[in-house]
């Protein structure tokens, strides 16, 4: 099976399973405008100037400094890109957006609260109000004057959100929804104005609600005692037979679903973004760390397994900013394509739907990038890296969240799959046909299709075979367990590890080659961390698809499958050891990520 160029109806989510792209096709940090980067300047200053120099207050939850540096943020214009220019807001491509999350991502207190509120916490209204209800809350929130959060989670409802407990019933005069029940973990809560409440009408029908602080039986409780993100206010909220007037349902009754899901999409997105700014960070301190401290005679930089770990931050860091930029830039090109007979607001929210398999694929590949990177930075500075008056402390306390909101990572592996698999059978993505014509190719022995040629030709090779072994492992799995695939939930990670490996390889490969074709050997450390990130990352899913395959099939069934996912997974020798080391050399000669921008 040779996979088929990108063609405009195969331009969708998930697509790149199926498809092969150019390099001019992808998007990435070098493609960025000078008004994105402009606006990339003015949120990494506001964190600088602003947010920074008051951390340890805000660690003590000094009364109204959060809200304060939020209510700032919104008269720079940092707090409206979610919002369309006619409320008030800068209604920021899905570009500008990337890069201004991930430039606020300084203080990951802050980049929490900006998502609470200018995210999660703002999309509802945003995608799902009445024009009323826009023109009410939209211009407030978007300057700062109103603060908003999301509140969905309860204390026996999290990952299971339907099993939500909170009522709301029609009051007798028909004016007010009655709420009564708990939220929890309500990032903002502490402070805000405006509260996205999802509660069920009659008990049943789950639904969602804008309600205003001061409204009567509504309390928020104090803050929880968190293990990181301690800047960030965290509150349960309470509802005691509280009147919300009827006008403040949001979307239709029974529709709340539908609500509270498309929001975590757009967030999960986001939070990729602020994971790829504060991995970068923590390699900026991890590495002028290393070259400061010596040991033996010698900086620690020079240490080929603090090489290693640097190198590898900085490829991981790649592979991430890579992918996240290239899906930043599918959906701002399918949101500008003209559409007519349907708002540009509704268009995005259908594109952001399209792309849900890459908004989760940036929540946990970006959440496990940055949770790597901080905990070898803890490494580097070894014991001061324990100690609070050192910063990697902080950031691994504070990193560790990304993994459990917005969806923990084992729900959005399983979204991954069962995503793929829905748009399979309805043949939106033609993920049975591209089996069954790869069922074929093994059928008929080694193919003697065209093999890739020129620089990065393995590399282009075992990409190729990467997405093989994918179709081979699902097409398997599903082949054997069909609806019951869901329940087998080890192998459903298993293809959902093999899933963003497939699109961290592509991203940064065609990425490399983008870069190589316009600045040549200036792009060869680029190469280097594409290179070294496909190999491994080969292996990996060699490994993922032994596992799924030897958990479907047996006898000579999985004889026969091991022996074709050998052959697939084939691939050249390559010292990753020196690459690596390379790559650890360019991030030490300037003390930072070393492909920023480019
Ligand atoms: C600091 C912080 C801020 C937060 N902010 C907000 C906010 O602003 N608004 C809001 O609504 N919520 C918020 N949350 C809540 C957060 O979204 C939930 O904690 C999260 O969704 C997980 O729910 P849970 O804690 O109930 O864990 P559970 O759902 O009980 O999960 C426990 C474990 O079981 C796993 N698990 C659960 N179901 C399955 C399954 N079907 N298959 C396999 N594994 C499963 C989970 O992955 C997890 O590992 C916040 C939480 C924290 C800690």
């Given at each position: ?10 331009n ?19 493609d ?15 964190v ?27 008269e ?112 903002n ?18 639904s ?18 968190k ?27 029974g ?6 899901f ?26 002028k ?18 090489k ?58 970006g ?20 100690h ?46 591209a089996?069954?014509?790869l ?35 699902a ?56 290179r ?14 032994r ?25 050249n ?23 920023e921008?480019?």
């Amino acid at each position: 099976m040779a996979t088929t160029p990108i063609a405009q109806s195969l331009n969708r989510g998930g697509a790149f399973l199926i498809t092969t792209s150019a390099p001019e096709d992808i998007f990435t940090p070098a493609d960025l405008t000078d008004d994105q980067r402009l606006i990339a300047q003015t949120a990494e200053e506001f964190v600088t100037k602003e947010v920074l120099p008051v951390v340890p207050d805000l660690e003590l939850h000094k009364e109204g400094l959060m809200a304060g540096l939020l209510k700032k943020a919104g008269e720079l214009g940092l707090l409206g890109g979610a919002i369309p220019e006619e409320y008030g807001g800068s209604g920021l491509d899905k570009v500008s957006a990337t890069i201004l999350a991930e430039k606020l991502a300084g203080y990951a207190s802050f980049a929490v609260s900006h998502g609470g509120h200018a995210g999660i916490g703002t999309i509802p209204i945003v995608y799902f109000g009445t024009e009323e209800q826009k023109k009410k809350y939209l211009p407030k929130m978007a300057t700062g004057e109103k603060l908003s959060c999301y509140c969905l989670s309860e204390p026996q409802a999290g990952s299971d959100a339907l099993a939500a407990r909170t009522r709301a019933v029609l009051s007798p005069d028909g004016k007010n929804w009655i709420l009564n029940g708990q939220k929890m973990w309500i990032t903002n809560g502490g402070f805000a104005d405006i509260y996205i409440v999802f509660a069920k009408v009659d008990g049943e029908k789950f639904s969602c609600f804008i309600v205003e602080r001061g409204t009567p039986g509504f309390s928020a409780g104090a803050e929880e005692k968190k293990m990181g993100i301690k800047g960030s206010s965290t509150v349960p909220i309470f509802f005691e037979n509280s009147p919300v007037p009827k006008e403040n349902l949001l979307h239709e009754i029974g529709r709340g679903h539908i609500v509270a899901f498309n929001t975590l999409n757009v967030g999960r997105f986001s939070l990729g973004a602020y994971c790829l700014g504060g991995a970068k960070n923590v390699l900026v301190a991890a590495s002028k760390y290393a070259k400061e401290r010596s040991a033996f005679g010698k900086p620690i930089a020079d240490f080929g397994l603090i090489k290693a770990k640097l190198g590898e931050m900085a490829i991981r860091i790649y592979a991430v900013e890579s992918m996240i930029y290239r899906s930043a830039g599918m959906v701002t090109a399918a949101v500008s394509e003209p559409k007519s007979g349907t708002d540009k607001t509704q268009q995005a929210m259908q594109v952001l739907e399209e792309y849900a398999i890459e908004s989760s694929i940036s929540k946990v590949v970006g959440s496990e990038t940055v949770d790597y990177c901080v905990d070898e930075a803890v490494q580097i500075f070894g014991g001061y890296g324990f100690h609070e008056d050192y910063p990697v402390a902080r950031a691994y306390r504070d990193s560790r969240i990304n993994r459990i909101f917005e969806g923990t990572n084992e729900i959005n592996r399983m979204l991954i799959i069962q995503m793929l698999m829905k748009r399979a059978m309805a043949g939106v993505l033609p993920l049975i046909p591209a089996a069954m014509k790869l069922a074929e190719e093994v059928l008929s022995g080694p193919s003697f299709e065209e093999t890739p040629s020129g620089a990065l030709a393995e590399e282009e090779r075992v990409l190729s075979q990467a997405k093989k072994i994918f179709l081979l492992a699902a097409g398997t799995a599903v082949q054997k367990y069909r609806e019951q695939l869901a329940d087998r939930q080890e192998i459903v990670g298993a293809l959902a590890n093999i899933v963003m490996d497939v699109y961290a390889m592509e991203s940064s490969l065609r990425r490399a080659q983008k870069a190589s074709a316009l600045r040549g050997d200036g792009a060869s450390v680029m190469v280097d961390a594409a290179r070294v990130y496909i190999y491994d990352a080969m292996d990996r899913i060699e490994k993922e698809a032994r596992v799924a395959l030897a958990a479907t099939a047996d006898g000579d069934t999985l004889t026969t499958q091991l022996a074709v996912l050998r052959r697939f997974s084939k691939h050249n020798a390559l010292d990753t050891i020196s690459i690596r080391r390379r790559v650890a050399d360019a991030v030490l000669a300037q003390d930072r990520y070393p492909f920023e921008g480019r």
